[in-house]
């Protein structure tokens, strides 16, 4: 008979030297105090704009001089890599361990492999849920309780205990000559036993949750880059701002990424290309790897690509319309039927009559700029123009511009080149460019962090506040004059008002039936 929580402990000795550290470590109360400070860090981190977040940059330029050093000097612009949130997740963790060793044997033993399972009448009655019955007969009573114990769903199991104690005279005095000795039957039962372990598998999600998240800084890192179709690199750029110096610098990929394509699926086709009338974005790259080979993958909003601990998922655009494929209209300028011929985004399409068109731009807002090349007033599509590169047969390569808007026929932009008048007919909307972010997990450590580390911490947190322990005895014992006493006790480690309900539920079903001699 031991239990933890079962036996009033005397005052402890003060410990002195290594002993008294490790108290320290261990104790709940410093545990809890660095729990809150790790959480008030992480609200700064997530208050404050971090560096490798996008749109970091212009938010740093609204900061005032001092801000920018403060929080510069502070490391608030990159929290979760700053030693002294390294240094707190190393003391909490070696916190967490040295209280699991610490308390894990007394709960492993008072619960597992020596359980309270035969206390004494007086442990029973100090309990806050106790219940005293007389019943007829003890074998009555032991049948019905075990019946009631089991419908209950606590599989009750039966110890007998005995004791020896001195007889007493009538005048009150112990007869030291004289013994008595009395046995009892106690019935034990429990239900969830298992959540007092609970405590530990949170310690555990806990320091798996530290872990991963401290490999992943030291290993990995975030970036974003710039998808732009055509354009191909086997470089990233990262970003780090120290104080108010802006530093960038050049991360070598073990591939090549070229982007070949990317589309916006429209609610409306007629509408912005904004994210209120987008259903997804994707972005098509073609990698290139000496080890490996190439192959193509596709990124969409909901289906990042994952490639040798590298992890491409969809973070942004470039809002500035373009156009993934159009349809120009090709009319002979000495009359005739029109044609049209489709070409994709950077394509060449050779015509029937020779003629070489390439898609070179897309200018969503069309304007001349000061140095008298295309340009775009905005983003939107206000007045949509497709710059084309056309090559005659035997001819030099002309610029054309194929205007969505109709313009007067005296407008020089609208005169007949090479024969025909070029319009634009169709196009499918598009983003100049899309923005991946590049997550670098050689070791799968984020993985293991959040999915593990993280669902394993909210399922253990569950466990543990919305389920408890509860245990429930029956001490049964003849008396001289032929009746037997039923003293009934119970006790839980959560919800002690509900517990009270189900104990004297149980109590009066035992009591009714006993009383009616069942």
């Not at 800084?217 to 110096?245: C, H, W, Y």
């Not at 009319?331 to 070489?356: L, M, W």
Request: proline share 5%; with cysteine; hydrophobic share 40%.
């Amino acid at each position: 008979m031991s239990a933890a929580e079962d036996t009033i402990a005397g005052p402890r000795k003060k410990s002195i030297g290594l002993e008294s550290v490790l108290d320290f470590l261990s104790s709940v109360r410093l545990g809890v105090s660095l729990l809150c400070i790790l959480v008030v860090l992480s609200m700064i981190g997530m208050l404050i704009v971090q560096q490798n977040v996008n749109g970091f940059d212009a938010w740093f330029v609204g900061l005032t001089p001092a801000e920018k050093t403060v929080f510069g000097a502070l490391g608030f612009f990159d929290i979760y890599h700053s030693w002294y949130f390294n240094v707190l997740l190393l003391f909490l963790s070696l916190n967490i361990i040295l209280a699991s060793i610490d308390r894990f044997p007394s709960v492993w033993k008072g619960y597992y492999k020596e359980p309270l399972i035969a206390p004494t009448r007086g442990w029973l009655l100090s309990q806050n849920d106790n219940s005293t019955i007389t019943a007829e007969n003890s074998a009555v009573a032991l049948s019905i309780v075990n019946e009631e114990f089991a419908k209950a769903g606590y599989k009750p199991s039966a110890t007998e205990s005995s004791k020896s104690e001195y007889a007493v005279r009538a005048d009150g005095a112990k007869d030291f000559e004289t013994t008595i000795e009395t046995r009892a039957t106690v019935v034990f039962g429990e239900r969830g036993r298992s959540n007092r372990l609970g405590a530990y598998i949170v310690h555990v999600a806990l320091l798996t949750l530290f872990l991963g998240h401290f490999v992943a800084l030291r290993t990995g890192f975030d970036a974003d880059v710039r998808m732009v179709p055509g354009v191909k690199s086997d470089q990233i750029q990262l970003i780090e701002f120290n104080l108010d110096k802006k530093e960038k610098f050049n991360v070598q990929l073990p591939f090549s990424i070229e982007c070949t394509d990317i589309q916006q699926t429209l609610i409306k086709a007629d509408g912005e290309i904004d994210v209120s009338n987008t259903l997804d974005w994707r972005t098509q790259m073609r990698i290139e790897d000496p080890e490996y080979g190439a192959f193509v993958a596709d990124v969409s909003l909901n289906s990042p690509v994952n490639y040798r601990g590298y992890r491409f998922f969809q973070a942004q655009t470039i809002p500035v319309g373009s156009a993934r494929t159009i349809k120009l209209e090709l009319t002979p300028s000495a009359g005739g039927a029109a044609r049209y011929i489709d070409i994709p985004r950077n394509g060449t399409v050779t015509t029937e009559d020779g003629f070489v068109v390439s898609f070179a731009e897309f200018q969503p807002d069309f304007t001349f700029g000061q140095d008298g090349k295309p340009s775009t007033r905005s983003g939107d599509y206000n007045n949509p123009v497709a710059v084309l590169g056309v090559t005659p047969p035997n001819g030099e390569r002309q610029t054309v511009f194929a205007f969505a808007n109709k313009l007067a026929d005296n407008a020089p932009v609208a005169a007949p080149k090479l024969g025909y008048r070029w319009r634009l007919a169709e196009f499918e909307k598009s983003p100049f460019a899309h923005v991946l972010s590049i997550k670098y997990d050689p070791f799968g450590a984020s993985f293991v962090a959040w999915y593990i580390g993280g669902f394993g911490l909210m399922f253990a947190l569950g466990f543990v506040f919305f389920f408890s322990h509860k245990r429930i005895w029956a001490r049964v014992e003849q008396k001289p004059d032929g009746t037997a006493e039923v003293v009934l006790a119970g006790n839980t480690n959560r919800n002690p008002f509900g517990f009270s309900d189900i104990f004297k539920s149980l109590a009066s079903s035992i009591e009714s039936k006993l009383s009616r001699g069942k």
